[in-house]
C-alpha cells in the first residue's frame, strides 16, 4: 500500500486565503484523524472521522476550520480565512480500529501563512 | 489531560551505546505507543504496548510499562547514526479515548 497521502507537502499562502488541505487514507482504514504540529503545542488532534463520519471535533480551534470527508478514500482539512497563527505541520493519519492501534501517518502537509 | 510526558526532552549519545526514554501519564490507559519522527517527515509507529503487558520487544528497541507509577520507558539498544530522531510515547484512555501525545524525546546519535 502507498501509505496515508497528503497533498500539498508545502504551501505558502497569505493571509486571509482559503487553505484546502487533502488526504487519502490507507485502503480498508475505518478511522481518518487530523492532527496539528507546532513547536509551541506539540501535536494536538483537530478532529477525527470513523466511518466517514465526524466522530470528535473538539479539538478543532475555530469556526475558520472545517474537516469534511465525503467517501471512504478522501478527506479535506480547510481553513478560511487563514491566519499566520495557523501556520503548522498538519498530519492526516489512518487506522483500522481507532485509538487502540497503530496510526499510520502521512508525510504531513507544512503550511506558513504570510 | 491524560497527555504523556518524555524525559528527557533531548539526548545526546555516541553510535553503539544504549539510549532510554522515559514517558509518565496521568491517568488510567488502554494502550501506550512509542513513534520516531525523523525531521521532516511524518511519525512511523514503533511500538504498541497494552495495559496489561509489562514488557515487549522489537528488534532493538525494549518497552516497559508500570502502571502502578504510570510510565513507560522505550531503550533502544546499540544505537545507530540512523536512530537519530524525536520519540514520542502517545496514550489512549481505557474507554475509547483519543490518541494524546506526548512532546517528544529528541535523540541525537553521533557517529
Known amino acids: 500500500d502507498a501509505g496515508v497521502i497528503q497533498s500539498p507537502r508545502h504551501e505558502v499562502t497569505e493571509m486571509g486565503q482559503e487553505v484546502t488541505l487533502r488526504c487519502k487514507p490507507i485502503?480498508?482504514?475505518?478511522?481518518l484523524f487530523w492532527y496539528r504540529q507546532t513547536m509551541m503545542r506539540g501535536l494536538e488532534l483537530l478532529i477525527y472521522f470513523n466511518n466517514n463520519v465526524p466522530i470528535d471535533d473538539s479539538g478543532m480551534p475555530e469556526d475558520r476550520f472545517s474537516a469534511k470527508m465525503p467517501n471512504a478514500s478522501f478527506s479535506t482539512l480547510k481553513i478560511q480565512p487563514s491566519e499566520p497563527r495557523d501556520s503548522a505541520v498538519y498530519f492526516c493519519?489512518?487506522?483500522?480500529?481507532?485509538?487502540?492501534?497503530?496510526?499510520?501517518f502521512g508525510e504531513g502537509s507544512w503550511l506558513t501563512v504570510v | 489531560s491524560q497527555q504523556g510526558e518524555e524525559d528527557p526532552q533531548a539526548l545526546s549519545i555516541q553510535e553503539g551505546e544504549n539510549a532510554t526514554m522515559n514517558c509518565s501519564y496521568k491517568t488510567s490507559i488502554n494502550n501506550l505507543q512509542w513513534y520516531r519522527q525523523n525531521s521532516g517527515r511524518g511519525l512511523v509507529h514503533l511500538i504498541l504496548?497494552?495495559?496489561?503487558?509489562r514488557e515487549k520487544h522489537s528488534g532493538r528497541l525494549r518497552v516497559t510499562l508500570d502502571t502502578s507509577k504510570k510510565s513507560s520507558s522505550l531503550l533502544i539498544t546499540a544505537s545507530r547514526a540512523a536512530d537519530t530522531a524525536s520519540y514520542f510515547c502517545?496514550?489512549?484512555?481505557?474507554?475509547?479515548?483519543?490518541?494524546?501525545f506526548g512532546q517528544g524525546t529528541e535523540l541525537s546519535v553521533k557517529p
Open positions: 504496548i497494552r495495559s496489561n503487558e
Open positions: 485502503s480498508g482504514h475505518d478511522y
Open positions: 493519519a489512518s487506522s483500522l480500529t481507532g485509538f487502540g492501534n497503530t496510526i499510520y
Open positions: 502517545a496514550t489512549a484512555d481505557n474507554q475509547g479515548g483519543k490518541l494524546i
